[in-house]
């Protein structure tokens, strides 16, 4: 257990401080900047005291997370921006009938899209789903955020988000270790229609989550995590972790023409303390990433409160719209705003992308793309094909030398992409073979759904389900086809090539590359098959096995 005063990262931070505040069930799906916190969670707690799953998908992890809060386990569900799109769905009726033990959703962004296929800002689903948006201001705060989100939630039966930034994760900190919760959370009891979410009642639940909403509100607008500094006349807002990107432009000081309203409680704004900031000064610039939702909020807070102030951010010019904002984009926002402060313009502005990064050798995907290369050069070309991937190891394989994919979208997506392009190629007659990429994980992710809806157009495809036994571009993490759990404990992995026949496959072949099966031979068949064929290429990651 991390000692008092220990030097720790910002994802060291935030799993503490679920540990502190008596978490018992951590569920969720691999990705970055989250992955890091669940690792910390299982080095720091033993299983009899938390269960930690990685789940097929996020809407799983969440509704047995949500079950878990029901029936009495404090609950964190553990999700990257995408993967909070995915338990969007179960999502908008949790938050109408509320927890019972504490809820709290830590879904972490990707600003600049380091690493992910957009950069969304998961904001704005807090606000869509009318839930508490707390983000720490600073890694060094993160702990006790995360403390407080689950006494918030557990106190108004309600889930709470906890959104953080990637270069939160790895900022370092001084842990100050607090006692952890000692009180029990609440047991399950029967309460019939309190869980229940039904047409009849969706209007005094709504108006019920409308009520907590203004109680949050009101807690809000005193929060320790809504703090100004400096006396200066022109004001900058900060808002959730860009305000330590600041404090790194700035050197550590406040000028002393600026003051700084530090705001880490994003939903619902507490709009007294914004207003009353607004007023102590001649001027404002908002900084936030990455959508300009506070921005446009506070203008509104200023019409409001008759406060003539002129606000600037992402819509007046100052700051970029896409991208991270590193701190020379900051200070380069800062000087176009107030010339006078002339600050620096210094420091990084990239960060690796680990899907730039070549397979590692040994990869059982190096043998299997090119075989699925040669096979197309045998029948008519690359041009005679329209390959479609996924996210994970296999986007790799869209560098030199292999160029390999057509289209690329979300996990889960590239069988059911393909079932329609295959459709639509059998359409015209002669159209082009149609093959869809898929890894282990996202097979069980989403894919399989599409696997079986594509059984049902009757069109040629070609189905590559790539098995590596791991999560392996996001660190190596098990999944339910995996032979260990999260804490390497060992598990009965699903049947990937039973669940294929399941789906009414008839072709199903597995080559195993450790084995040394004939993978080119598997695929030459599999693409001259009728119908949907699923090849499944088996090997170990060299890094993760």
Not at 49 to 59: G, I, L, R, T
Not at 520 to 528: D, H, I, N, S, T
Request: charged share 20%; glycine share 10%; net charge negative.
């Amino acid at each position: 257990m991390t000692e008092q005063n220990d030097v720790i990262s910002g994802a060291e931070a935030l799993a503490l401080g679920a540990v502190d505040a008596g978490v018992a069930m951590v569920t969720g799906y691999p990705g970055a900047p989250v992955t890091a916190v669940v690792d910390h969670i299982l080095r720091l707690t033993a299983p009899e005291a938390v269960h930690v799953a990685w789940n097929s998908n996020e809407k799983v992890a969440i509704e047995m997370a949500f079950g878990a809060a029901v029936g009495g386990m404090r609950a964190l569900l553990c999700v990257k921006s995408v993967g909070l799109n995915v338990a969007l769905d179960p999502l908008m009726a949790f938050n109408l009938s509320g927890c019972n033990a504490g809820l709290v959703i830590l879904v972490g962004d990707d600003p600049g899209g380091w690493g992910s296929q957009n950069e969304q800002d998961s904001r704005g689903i807090a606000w869509l789903a009318e839930l508490p948006l707390l983000e720490p201001a600073t890694a060094a705060e993160a702990q006790a955020v995360m403390r407080e989100a689950f006494r918030l939630s557990e106190e108004l039966s309600l889930p709470v988000i906890v959104r953080f930034i990637r270069a939160m994760a790895t900022s370092i900190v001084v842990s100050s270790r607090t006692a952890p919760v000692s009180f029990p959370p609440p047991d399950y009891q029967r309460e019939f229609m309190r869980w229940v979410v039904l047409p009849v009642n969706v209007v005094p639940y709504h108006r019920r989550v409308l009520e907590k909403l203004d109680v949050v509100r009101a807690k809000f607008e005193d929060s320790m995590f809504n703090t100004v500094k400096g006396t200066g006349p022109y004001g900058v807002i900060a808002a959730g972790g860009i305000y330590q990107k600041l404090m790194e432009a700035l050197g550590g000081e406040v000028p002393q023409d600026l003051r700084i309203l530090r705001l880490g409680t994003l939903h619902p704004l507490p709009e007294r303390c914004i207003a009353d900031f607004l007023r102590s000064v001649e001027t404002a610039l908002v900084l936030e990433e990455i959508t300009p939702w506070i921005e446009d909020a506070t203008r509104a807070i200023a019409q409001q409160a008759g406060v003539t102030v002129a606000v600037a951010g992402r819509r007046t010019g100052h700051i970029p719209f896409a991208g991270e904002l590193f701190a020379p984009h900051t200070a380069a926002a800062l000087n176009t705003w107030l010339p006078a402060l002339a600050l620096p313009i210094s420091g990084e502005t990239e960060r690796p992308r680990p899907s730039r990064e070549a397979l590692c050798e040994g990869c059982p995907y190096i043998p299997t793309v090119e075989a699925l290369l040669a096979a197309m050069d045998t029948h008519g070309g690359r041009d005679a094909f329209i390959v479609t991937g996924d996210p994970g190891c296999m986007v790799r394989a869209q560098l030199p030398p292999y160029a390999l994919l057509d289209i690329k979208h979300s996990l889960g997506s590239s069988i059911g992409v393909a079932a329609g392009l295959a459709a639509s190629q059998q359409r015209g007659g002669a159209g082009k073979r149609v093959i869809a990429l898929s890894g282990d994980s996202g097979f069980l992710h989403s894919g399989l759904a599409g696997l079986v809806d594509a059984v049902h157009t009757g069109a040629p495809l070609t189905v590559l389900i790539l098995d590596n036994g791991t999560t392996a571009l996001s660190g190596g993490q098990p999944h339910p086809a995996s032979s260990i759990d999260a804490r390497h404990a060992p598990q009965q992995a699903v049947d990937l090539a039973a669940m294929a026949r399941a789906c009414g496959v008839a072709d199903v072949r597995v080559a195993d590359i450790d084995r040394g099966d004939d993978i080119r031979a598997a695929v030459e068949a599999a693409l001259q098959a009728e119908g949907v064929a699923v090849i499944i290429a088996r090997g170990k990651c060299p890094r993760w096995a």
